[in-house]
């Protein structure tokens, strides 16, 4: 069984443009050819990515955060109760209004004081600042040294300059050396983080994210075994670019440098939408879809791995829609909104709202258009001590 689906998974016609065999590419002592068992390679060089970025987080990352004055926020604690405990890990971690009832019931508590339980207890689970800052650093030390390393490998190869190039003798093209081993640089990496998905930072667009390590594991996988080596490494590069100033505007914005976190951020959006909507189009999409016809008809192998690049366009157009959002927000409205894949704590929005709505059942209304001499403006300037607040709300003069 094992072998007839082997033997079928491996039919040239898969593989392979028509009129070529796997016989067509048998290696020689001078002549190497990409071979799918040097994916297997991925998987050990992944585990030892996973070590040297804990080693690197727990070693340089984090010393670094607090010597840069990242300070992990304090988050009040949910007071033990096991009912409650149980019902947040078995069944359940925000429950709807008639869960919190039937559980406020159970434990003799006021609805509220469980509605803030599950908040707190949620809180404790969300990752802190300083998680963000290592995650960060890690994946910035690894785009910087990514994206340089392709750049070193590339700069001399035609296929750079000359997209046509990357169909010249295909697909008995030669694998070189370094081409090999900056694949499996970047495979190996997106192999780690799958590996670390459970642990890493979970963000709104998990589900996306998960979508774009799979296409990418399988674009690599299947232009490495397909020899599509050339349009893989421009793949790589392009992808590459506009990340490394995505990481160290997560950086900056965890160290509250406004200015420079809202520079970077602009630069980022700008080689991102470049790179991506206009560069990634035409240097892969139309250099895959039109370019390669001239040197063969299509098969298999030509409609797959445009599927898995028009995936990876989708997901672009995605990402790109929330920075144009973010951008649009920051020249027009002057702020600089917040990572819209982040979750934020309940309790920077529910809590305060709380809070208020208590003090405004004791008659204490707030006024957030106070002056500088903490006048109010009413028919001229009045001072607040000459005011005092009825319990009903009401304001009576003195």
């Known amino acids: 069984m094992a072998r007839s689906l082997n033997e079928w998974l491996w039919q040239h016609e898969f593989w392979l443009p028509p009129g070529i065999t796997w016989e067509d590419m048998q290696e020689s002592e001078d002549v190497h050819y990409p071979q799918p068992r040097d994916l297997l390679l991925s998987i050990p060089f992944a585990l030892i990515l996973v070590i040297i970025r804990c080693a690197f987080e727990r070693a340089i990352a984090l010393p670094l955060s607090s010597k840069l004055g990242v300070r992990d926020k ?89 997209h046509r190039e990357c169909w010249t003798g295909y697909p008995q093209q030669p694998l070189q050396p370094s081409l090999f081993w900056y694949y499996l640089l970047e495979l190996s990496f997106y192999w780690s983080l799958v590996f670390t998905l459970p642990f890493d930072v979970k963000r709104k667009d998990f589900k996306e994210q998960i979508v774009h390590h799979a296409a990418t594991i399988f674009l690599i996988s299947f232009s490495y075994c397909a020899n599509y080596i050339r349009i893989g490494t421009l793949v790589m590069v392009i992808h590459d670019a506009s990340d490394c100033f995505l990481e160290p505007t997560k950086i900056f914005n965890y160290m509250k440098w406004k200015k420079t976190c809202d520079s970077l951020f602009m630069i980022f959006s700008a080689v991102f939408l470049i790179s991506r909507l206009v560069i990634f189009p035409y240097t892969v999409l139309y250099n895959t879809y039109y370019y390669s016809m001239e040197i063969f008809q299509p098969f298999f192998g030509y409609y797959f791995v445009n599927a898995l690049l028009i995936i990876l366009q989708l997901l672009h157009v995605f990402w790109s829609c929330l920075i144009i959002h973010m951008v649009y927000k920051f020249i027009f409205q002057g702020t600089m909104e917040k990572d819209m894949r982040s979750d934020t704590e309940e309790s920077d929005k529910d809590e305060e709202r709380e809070k208020i709505r208590e003090k405004e059942k004791n008659g204490i209304t707030y006024f957030t258009n106070v002056t500088s001499n903490n006048y109010i403006q009413r028919n001229g300037s009045e001072p607040l001590n000459n005011r005092t607040h009825l319990t009903n709300g009401h304001v009576k003069e003195r």
Not at 105 to 114: A, G, I, S, T
Not at 131 to 155: N, Q
Request: with cysteine; proline share 9%.
């Open 74 to 162: 304090q988050r009040p604690k949910p007071q033990p109760n096991p009912m409650l405990e149980t019902f947040y890990s078995t069944c359940c971690k925000n429950p709807e209004e008639g869960e919190l009832i039937s559980l406020a019931k159970q434990c003799d508590l006021p609805v509220r004081k469980v509605e803030r339980w599950f908040r707190h207890r949620r809180n404790t689970d969300r990752p802190s600042l300083s998680k963000k800052f290592c995650e960060a650093c890690w994946r910035f030390t690894f785009y910087i040294i990514s994206f340089f390393t392709g750049l070193a490998v590339l700069y001399d190869k035609p296929w750079l300059w000359d």
